[in-house]
């Protein structure tokens, strides 16, 4: 079975790539290098021992996917991860958001509605629900307006494939990832560090190393225990994971509906400090910090119900925070040397 994986190259990406090759899949791999480098496939093959095939790929150019797909007629499955996806860098601008998280998925789908049947997984993402009523969240909450156009791509792209699937032979799994974190155990592959980290879990790792002199906890004044926002993150591995497990899921026939929806997280929510604190732990290192204002757009807490990932889809998340704040700290430390 020949599986594409766009932006394989990329956090997310990069390791479930892995987990393909581990489960015997053969991958293919476009990325655009627009925000990783061909460095990734050496730390894939250190890993597994098999190189992937890879071609670098704009997926804006419509011509050059359709070309790709003439030469590559016998794939049976794609996972979907090529996209923008800094929130902030969204707000500024728009337009290339929308012509890199759009136009690039209509092209992909435009390919797959000619072959007798295609199985698609979607990297969706939590921020769909914004702030969420009810916690846990579960698939079923309501959408609610975007909260930055990166977010509302995410929601359309949900919208095109249900639309689309509905009238063609392509079976689709939309995966709402809650936060990604961590490293490969073997510190081969990780989060690449471009420009300075909007996430939480690079920017500890990195003043961890003394590249950045603190780090700035936005607020400390919300209706929380400690009054910092909580998140459920989740180790990257246990997310690569899930979506080899989707992916076999429409491979085997085994969906119910066209398209299925599902939750990606520990079900466990975490603060800020209690991230902090984890990585002291993990790290036996103090970590400078000062409170601040709160950030724009931030969402008090979100954690996911993981009822129907795991009893539906059978996928539960195995790795503990310290665990996953631990193989970041290994991956800061190894791209340091
Ligand atoms: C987590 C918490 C911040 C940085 C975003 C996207 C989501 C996904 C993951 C793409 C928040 C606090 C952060 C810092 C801080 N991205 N924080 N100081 O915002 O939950 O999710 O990234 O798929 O779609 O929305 O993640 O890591 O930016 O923030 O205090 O320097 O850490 O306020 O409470 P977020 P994050």
């Not at 997926?59 to 996972?79: E, M, T, W």
Request: hydrophobic share 40%; net charge negative.
């Amino acid at each position: 079975m020949k599986i594409l994986v766009t932006g394989g190259l990329g956090f997310i990406g990069s390791h479930t790539v892995v987990e393909l090759q581990n489960e015997g899949f053969e991958v293919i791999v476009v990325d655009d290098l627009s925000n990783t480098s061909l460095n990734v496939l050496d730390g894939i093959q250190n890993i597994t021992g098999k190189v992937p095939a890879f071609e670098k790929l704009d997926l804006r150019d419509k011509d050059k996917v359709q070309d790709f797909f003439k030469r590559h007629h016998d794939i049976s499955g794609v996972i979907h991860f090529a996209a923008s996806k800094a929130v902030g860098e969204s707000v500024g601008n728009p337009l290339l958001y929308y012509e890199n998280n759009i136009n690039t998925l209509v092209y992909l789908l435009q390919e797959l509605q000619q072959k007798p049947e295609a199985s698609f997984i979607f990297s969706s993402s939590c921020t769909v629900y914004g702030q969420a009523e009810k916690m846990p969240i579960t698939e079923d909450a309501s959408i609610q307006t975007a909260m930055s156009p990166y977010g509302n791509t995410k929601q359309i792209g949900e919208e095109i494939i249900t639309d689309t699937a509905k009238v063609t032979n392509i079976n689709a799994i939309l995966l709402r990832y809650f936060n990604p974190i961590g490293s490969h155990p073997s510190a081969e592959i990780g989060e690449l560090p471009i420009g300075v980290p909007q996430n939480l879990v690079p920017f500890i790792t990195q003043t961890g190393m003394g590249l950045r002199n603190e780090l700035s906890v936005y607020g400390d004044d919300y209706p929380t225990l400690d009054g910092t926002c909580i998140r459920d993150y989740i180790h990257v591995v246990d997310l690569a994971k899930a979506h080899v497990i989707a992916l076999q899921r429409l491979l085997n026939k085994k969906n119910t509906a066209k398209v299925e929806t599902f939750n990606l997280g520990t079900g466990t929510g975490s603060s800020v400090l209690e991230v902090i604190y984890a990585f002291e732990k993990v790290s036996g290192k103090k970590l400078p910090y000062k409170i601040v204002a709160r950030r724009e757009g931030d969402v008090v807490e979100a954690y996911a119900n993981t009822d129907k990932a795991n009893n539906v889809l059978g996928w539960k998340a195995q790795s503990t925070l310290e665990e996953a704040m631990a193989s970041a700290w290994k991956w800061e430390q190894k791209i340091r040397k």
